[in-house]
């Protein structure tokens, strides 16, 4: 073979490892898309629908960010027994004039917070506007620590600093505290990708064990199934809360440190 005729070979097949490269990338972001970004204000807000319209009552509004400052995760999503998936709890009206769910102590009871007796505090909640309550977020997210996307909030930040103090239980007795703290080095399989970090300690202060392991996540470390980006980017694994609550997917160096492009 020539010299001429093996230059061009080599180039032919450096040439088609960079489109093998590139076309890997390219599907990659077009098969998984981020998820949407909605207004900072309205970042995390949802509308509550299980059988609000069926009794021909408007939908309730719940906006993630006017909790936040009060309760932690966990308060919500374990001891009220909330569920990740919008609608799949079955509250009811009277549950929470029994003290449970959204009625529970310190929550609204009539005492902490409005309660669920008096109709005109009904629309609060029942008012189908999933931007409810929005005219008090500029001067909310002035006092706090700024952040990239989702609902520009480092929420992480705003404890560390003690600039809010959310309650995590509301239990008079708090539940032991495990006090796990190791960080994880989690290995991706895309090109060019890092390894994502996660820190126990950041989490362990929002949620419980139980909000995780075992039923997203297996409590021994690359014994999860099928943990790959298409899913959380599909609102599974890390996606039930980023993406939709927590902060958004877009800001890819809180989870891959070592990323240098984005």
């Known amino acids: 073979m020539s010299f001429k005729n093996t230059k061009l070979l080599k180039v032919f097949i450096l040439s088609g490892l960079l489109l ?3 076309s890997f990338e390219t599907e990659g972001q077009q098969s998984y898309p981020f998820p949407p970004m ?9 509308l509550i629908n299980r059988t609000s319209e069926k009794n021909n009552v408007k939908t309730v509004t719940f906006s993630h960010w006017i909790h936040r400052e009060h309760h932690t995760c966990r308060v919500c999503h374990f ?4 569920k990740f998936k919008i609608n799949a709890t079955e509250i009811t009206e009277e549950d929470n004039r029994a003290g449970l769910f959204c009625g529970a102590r310190t929550c609204h009871d009539g005492k902490a917070a409005f309660g669920h007796k008096d109709e005109k505090d009904c629309d609060k909640c029942h008012n189908g506007d999933i931007s409810y309550g929005k005219e008090k977020f500029a001067a909310f997210k002035q006092k706090l620590p700024g952040a990239k996307y989702g609902n520009e909030i480092n929420w992480i930040k705003a404890v560390e600093r003690k600039l809010i103090k959310p309650m995590s239980v509301l239990d008079l007795a708090p539940p032991a505290d495990l006090k796990y703290t190791k960080n994880l080095e989690l290995v991706t399989t895309w090109f060019n990708i890092p390894p994502a970090r996660f820190p126990h300690a950041k989490h362990s202060e929002w949620l419980d064990c139980n ?14 199934k099928d943990f790959k980006m298409g899913r959380i980017y599909k609102g599974e694994l890390c996606g039930e809360c980023h993406g ?4 958004h997917l877009k800001d890819c ?7 240098t492009m984005q």
């Open 253 to 259: 160096r809180r989870c891959h440190p070592k990323m």
């Open 38 to 46: 909605p207004a900072p204000e309205l970042y995390g807000n949802l």
């Open 79 to 82: 001891e009220l027994d909330f």
């Open 20 to 22: 093998f490269i590139l």
């Open 244 to 247: 939709k609550v927590a902060f």
């Open 211 to 224: 909000n995780c392991h075992p039923d997203f996540f297996a409590i021994k470390l690359g014994d999860t």
